[in-house]
C-alpha cells in the first residue's frame, strides 16, 4: 500500500548552473499532495530571481561544498522533524553529505555529481565539468555556460529552440569551485565531497540515474549507488533510459517526481523515523 506523504516536509536542493526556480514544477506537485515543501538557494543566492543572478555572481563565486552542505543543514536542523531531502546533480551529492551527517527521514539523490570514490568519468561528464575546469582562475569564480553548452549539458534530448526556452528561464552561472573540489576529490583527504559510504545508520537513500544525461552520465550514478554496497542502511537504484539531466522539467518529470515522494515517504514511515 503506498504511504500518503501528506504532512511531510520536502527540502529540494537544486544543482550547480540552475536556481530554486528549476523546481517551481516539483513544488506545485508536492503542495498538492500535502507536503510541505522548501526550497531554499545556495547561500549567496538566496532571494534572487535568474536576471539577478546572472548579473552579479560576486556572492556565491567562491562557494564551495562544505559551504553549501552547512547552509543547508543549518536549515534543516531549523525544522521541528527530520524532512525528506532530496537534491539534483550537486545537490544530490549534498543531499547525500546532509544523509551521512545524520539528516533526514530519508534522502533522494537525482542524477547526482560524484562523492568522492567515484572513479573514471565518462567523456561527456568530462566535456561538461571542462568549461570551469580548462581554467585554474575558475577556482574562484563563477562560470555560466552557453546556450550550445547548456544543450549539451542538461536538454541534449530536446531540440535547440526547446532548449533555448529553458535556458532563458533556468540557467545561470555557477560557481566553479565545487567542481574543482569533485575534480580532486580522490587525492585528497577529507575532500569536502567525502561520504562515509560504511554508515549503517544514515536514513535510506534512492539514487536516480538517467540514461540520456550527458552532465552525470547513468554509469556514474551506479558507481555511486555500489559505493554504498559494505553499508547496511537501505539504498537502491532507479534507473530512466530516457532522462536527460533536465530530468526535473523535461516532459515525464511527473514519473520521476511522483516515484520519488512515495519512495521516500515509505522508507520513512517504514523505519518509524523519530519525529
Not at 545561470?172 to 569551485?177: D, I, L, M
Request: some cysteine; charged content about 20%; overall charge neutral.
Amino acid at each position: 500500500m503506498t504511504t500518503d506523504p501528506s504532512g511531510e516536509t520536502v527540502v529540494l536542493i537544486h544543482g550547480l548552473w540552475m536556481s530554486p526556480l528549476s523546481w517551481e514544477q516539483w513544488i506545485e506537485r508536492f503542495a498538492q499532495r500535502g507536503c510541505r515543501v522548501l526550497a531554499p538557494a545556495w547561500p549567496g543566492m538566496e532571494d534572487r530571481d535568474v536576471a539577478d543572478l546572472r548579473r552579479d555572481t560576486s556572492a556565491f563565486a567562491r562557494v564551495g561544498v562544505t559551504e553549501i552542505a552547512d547552509h543547508y543543514e543549518r536549515i534543516v536542523r531549523g525544522l521541528d522533524r527530520p524532512p525528506i531531502i532530496m537534491g539534483h546533480s550537486f545537490g544530490g551529492l549534498i543531499a547525500q553529505v546532509l544523509l551521512d551527517r545524520g539528516l533526514g527521514a530519508a534522502g533522494v539523490a537525482i542524477h547526482p555529481a560524484p562523492i568522492k570514490g567515484i572513479l573514471g568519468l565518462p567523456p561527456s561528464a568530462l566535456r561538461v565539468a571542462s568549461v570551469a575546469l580548462r581554467n585554474p582562475a575558475n577556482r574562484h569564480r563563477a562560470v555560466a555556460l552557453t546556450a550550445d553548452q547548456f544543450h549539451y549539458a542538461f536538454t541534449n534530448t530536446l531540440d535547440r529552440h526547446e532548449s533555448a526556452l529553458i535556458y532563458e528561464r533556468y540557467a545561470v552561472p555557477g560557481p566553479g569551485r565545487p567542481l574543482f573540489q569533485a575534480g580532486v576529490a580522490n587525492f585528497t583527504k577529507h575532500a569536502p565531497t567525502q561520504v562515509d559510504v560504511r554508515n549503517d545508520t544514515r536514513a535510506p537513500l534512492l539514487l536516480l540515474a538517467g540514461g540520456k544525461d550527458h552532465t552525470v552520465p547513468a554509469s556514474t550514478t551506479r558507481a555511486n549507488h555500489k559505493l554504498y554496497r559494505h553499508s547496511r542502511a537501505v539504498t537502491e537504484l532507479k534507473e530512466y533510459p530516457e532522462r536527460s539531466h533536465f530530468t526535473v522539467g523535461q516532459e515525464g518529470w511527473e514519473e520521476v517526481a511522483d516515484h520519488a515522494l512515495a519512495w521516500a515517504a515509505e522508507k520513512a514511515a517504514a523505519l518509524a523515523v523519530p519525529r
